[in-house]
């Protein structure tokens, strides 16, 4: 069974950076690819950004690429997201996630694939 728990959401400024964490309480986060997904009021959950098991291979939404980066820590088991030039459409409830599987890569995009999600954790930027 993996644990996740997300920290760093917020309120900020339209221009501004957070930056987000997920802790995993599991022996075996080194084995896992990891997710930030995020949904939305009214709207569906949608990805974000993935990463492999040792941070060498990493995905981006369009709508992120340039502006977020997801990195890990496979030694404090730890997630990262960092946010910069952050906008309003990016308000949304963030959530990590991981995935055991080995044809991840093939599906990285894809929130049913994920085996393990966190609680996720609002963030909010204003105009």
């Known amino acids: 069974q993996v644990q996740l728990v997300e920290s760093g959401g917020g309120l900020v400024q339209a221009g501004g950076s957070l930056t987000l964490s997920c802790a995993a309480s599991t022996h075996t986060f080194s084995q896992l690819a990891m997710g930030w997904f995020r949904q939305a009021p009214g709207k569906e959950r949608e990805f974000a950004a993935a990463i492999n098991w040792n941070g060498a291979t990493t995905y981006y939404a369009n709508s992120v690429k340039g502006r977020f980066t997801i990195s890990r820590d496979n030694h404090k088991n730890t997630l990262s997201l960092q946010m910069n030039s952050l906008k309003p459409e990016d308000t949304a409830v963030y959530y990590c996630?991981?995935?055991?599987?080995?044809?991840?890569?093939?599906?990285?995009?894809?929130?049913?694939?994920?085996?393990?999600w966190g609680q996720g954790t609002q963030v909010t930027v204003s105009s």
């Open positions: 996630a991981a995935d055991e599987s080995l044809l991840w890569a093939r599906t990285y995009a894809s929130a049913s694939e994920y085996d393990y």
